[in-house]
């Protein structure tokens, strides 16, 4: 079983900063002056004010959130709006989600293979499902058997790599988590998974090796992951890495 995550892993981290955060900050006042009073939009506009203190204006709110997506802050109901404004710009081709070429090629090899692959990223599981739903490299989706966000806890907290192999139905050693961020691999493996950073040259120009990856298995690339095509007793993926 293959967990991984999605920025800087899978995508750039430039794509989320550069074209998703900005898209969302303007697109943000429209979208709830015309959706604001859908029961959905008012859900989570009524959590994002609870989150803030208590804010009773629209306006106000809507500034708020700006001021979140500046600060690149994890809430759900930050994320969740944002997610319903990209479906409407990944619809119109305002934009498509580039995915590094070797992780697609890995991903479709590792699912011809038999391994089951799921997704945990601090975007919401919609965001998830556009990102790969429209990305330069096809539809992804269907690679896929399972999808967490910041829902399921954070993803710096062992616990919630505890809940993701409950929900999968694995142990924890049975399950490779990939991410770029070593605090999030130190979280996964104190729960007992298997971890690998993917440090790419492109997102981390300075290579984070020796103490800096804090003893995970490290790769540029998911081609310099290579794993059992079919795992053995148990499901846990034959994992062969090294670190480059």
Not at 126 to 147: E, I, K, V, Y
Request: proline share 6%; glycine share 10%; hydrophobic share 45%.
């Amino acid at each position: 079983m293959i967990l991984t995550d999605i920025e800087g892993t899978v995508s750039s981290i430039s794509f989320v900063r550069d074209v998703l955060f900005p898209y969302a900050r303007r697109a943000l006042p429209g979208f709830i002056a015309a959706h604001g009073d859908e029961p959905e939009v008012r859900r989570w506009l009524d959590a994002a004010a609870i989150e803030a203190g208590g804010i009773c204006q629209d306006a106000v709110i809507v500034e708020t959130l700006q001021g979140w997506i500046d600060a690149d802050r994890k809430f759900a109901p930050l994320k969740a709006l944002q997610g319903m404004i990209w479906q409407a710009g990944y619809r119109d081709a305002d934009f498509k989600a580039p995915i590094y070429p070797d992780a697609a090629d890995a991903l479709r090899r590792w699912h011809a293979e038999g391994q089951r692959l799921a997704v945990y990223s601090s975007g919401s599981v919609p965001a998830q499902q556009l990102f790969f739903g429209h990305s330069d490299a096809g539809d992804l989706t269907g690679l896929f058997s399972a999808w967490f966000d910041t829902e399921v806890g954070g993803k710096r907290e062992a616990l919630s790599y505890g809940r993701i192999a409950e929900a999968l139905g694995h142990s924890p050693a049975e399950i490779l988590f990939l991410s770029d961020v070593v605090a999030e691999l130190d979280a996964a493996r104190d729960a007992g998974m298997r971890t690998v950073l993917v440090d790419r040259l492109d997102d981390y120009p300075e290579p984070r090796t020796g103490a800096a990856a804090n003893g995970h298995v490290r790769v540029t690339g998911f081609d310099q992951i290579a794993i059992d095509p079919i795992a053995p007793a148990g499901g846990a993926p034959g994992l062969h890495a090294p670190e480059r």
